[in-house]
């Protein structure tokens, strides 16, 4: 072990004459610790929410979405989507006519886009259909036109929405649309009675409080959109490369088309996910900032009480470079021993964590309960923070004790 680091190992752990430089040095220890700790937590929990929350956007939307200018809705869209199929990097495609509507059962409602699908296609760029909670899709796919079946088709909607106008697999609900009938008194509203064959639960309050799904053909009916579609949804390969695939979308489909991709939809959100980030990482920094001052005043403290230790090695040739040093590492080793300390508890927090989720209200949150995805490199960045914080904080008291004269110090010995 080299001196200087022996001489400051030395002086953490020996006994103080002043208990207060003790006490205050294991302030400063705990202080790194809970700082450290808290960051990690913190990242986490922001890493996580941006990673759930695009996870839950990515699988249950389309990557891409090609629809018209005029927003007049797709005629030829069986031989667009076929040919749009083989466009490089689209991995599948579907297409889909979709409206604002309000879904009623009884004196209870809840506003939903009801999406009119083809669900083998669907199942291609949307995973919702495969988080039923109870009920089936099956019916979605069936042909038949039988009297029962053609006067309450079938839907599937999300658990939110269920819960709300409080409908169960069975249940018959009043669909109601704003695409209304022309008659001799004014505009009417269209309705159609439909069964709820399944629910489905996302974990995404968005999709499972807004969103339903029946067959395209009884879309197209209430609707008032014969053979039309208004959108038609890609999946490709690299979802983060979703707007250069958008562009060569735009350009095979030709005039009077445009796309939209996932990452243009949702980059208000995922901006202030990233600002919230930033901000919980300075706010939470301050602590790693409280704990470097404790470690000022244990130094400052530790140079006044070691004065004439300080003198009689430097009557011994220990250069003013040396003891400098000497106080240097006595604080980076306090801030050391607390980083590492922080890290694990941090990391066990995390573990923990992610084991046994806190639930959350998905009203407010938009998930239901909150993730924690802990990365190595956030460990990296809250050591390097932490560390550098506390050496600034050693500056001036390794300096200081440097300056002490040793005939001052040992005047009257």
């Known amino acids: 072990?080299?001196?200087?680091?022996?001489?400051?190992?030395?002086?953490?752990?020996?006994?103080?004459?002043?208990?207060?430089?003790?006490?205050?040095?294991?302030?400063?220890?705990?202080?790194?610790?809970?700082?450290?700790?808290?960051?990690?937590?913190?990242?986490?929990?922001?890493?996580?929410?941006?990673l759930d929350l695009q996870n839950s956007l990515v699988n249950s939307t389309a990557?891409?979405?090609?629809?018209?200018?005029?927003?007049?809705?797709?005629?030829?869209?069986?031989?667009?989507?076929?040919?749009l199929r083989h466009t490089p990097h689209v991995t599948a495609a579907?297409?889909?006519?979709?409206?604002?509507?309000?879904?009623?059962?009884?004196?209870?409602?809840?506003?939903?886009m009801l999406k009119g699908i083809v669900p083998s296609e669907e199942r291609t760029v949307?995973?919702?259909?495969?988080?039923?909670?109870?009920?089936s899709a099956a019916a979605l796919s069936e042909d038949s036109d039988d009297s029962a079946e053609a006067a309450t088709p079938p839907?599937?909607?999300?658990?939110?929405?269920?819960?709300?106008?409080?409908?169960?697999?069975?249940?018959?609900?009043?669909?109601?649309?704003?695409?209304?009938?022309?008659?001799?008194?004014?505009?009417?509203?269209?309705y159609r009675r439909f069964r709820v064959v399944g629910i489905f639960h996302s974990g995404f309050y968005q999709y499972d409080s807004g969103y339903g799904f029946i067959r395209l053909k009884d879309a197209q009916t209430l609707f008032g959109e014969p053979d039309l579609v208004s959108?038609?949804?890609?999946?490709?390969?690299?979802?983060?490369h979703a707007d250069r695939v958008g562009k060569a979308i735009e350009g095979q489909a030709g005039p009077g088309f445009l796309t939209?991709?996932?990452?243009?939809?949702?980059?208000t959100l995922f901006r202030a996910l990233r600002l919230e980030q930033v901000g919980t990482f300075i706010v939470i920094g301050l602590i790693v900032c409280v704990a470097a001052l404790n470690i000022l005043i244990a130094l400052i403290m530790m140079v006044m009480e070691k004065t004439k230790d300080i003198a009689v090695l430097m009557s011994m040739g220990v250069s003013a470079g040396q003891i400098r040093r000497i106080f240097l590492l006595q604080g980076v080793l306090i801030s050391v021993i607390g980083t590492v300390l922080g890290l694990a508890l941090g990391y066990l927090l995390t573990f923990l964590g992610a084991r046994y989720p806190l639930h959350l209200s998905a009203e407010v949150y938009s998930i239901d309960y909150l993730p924690f995805a802990p990365t190595v490199m956030d460990g990296i960045?809250?050591?390097?923070?932490?560390?550098?914080v506390s050496l600034l904080a050693t500056l001036y008291p390794s300096s200081a004790a440097a300056k002490v004269l040793p005939a001052e110090a040992l005047r009257y010995e």
Do not use: C
Request: no cysteine; hydrophobic share 50%; net charge positive.
């Open 126 to 135: 949307s995973d919702l259909l495969t988080k039923l909670v109870s009920g």
């Open 94 to 112: 579907a297409a889909a006519l979709y409206d604002p509507v309000l879904v009623s059962r009884g004196a209870l409602s809840g506003g939903a």
């Open 260 to 267: 939209t991709n996932w990452m243009e939809q949702n980059r």
């Open 231 to 240: 959108v038609i949804s890609f999946n490709v390969d690299d979802l983060y």
């Open 1 to 50: 072990m080299r001196f200087e680091l022996f001489v400051a190992a030395r002086y953490l752990r020996a006994k103080r004459r002043q208990a207060v430089v003790g006490v205050i040095t294991i302030i400063s220890i705990v202080g790194v610790t809970v700082g450290v700790a808290s960051l990690i937590v913190a990242l986490a929990i922001t890493n996580g929410m941006r």
């Open 63 to 83: 990557h891409v979405q090609l629809m018209r200018v005029q927003n007049d809705g797709i005629k030829d869209w069986r031989a667009l989507t076929e040919k």
């Open 155 to 190: 839907v599937v909607i999300g658990s939110d929405l269920a819960d709300t106008i409080d409908a169960k697999v069975g249940s018959t609900v009043n669909v109601i649309s704003p695409q209304g009938e022309l008659t001799p008194y004014g505009l009417m509203p269209k």
């Open 381 to 388: 960045m809250v050591t390097l923070v932490s560390l550098g």
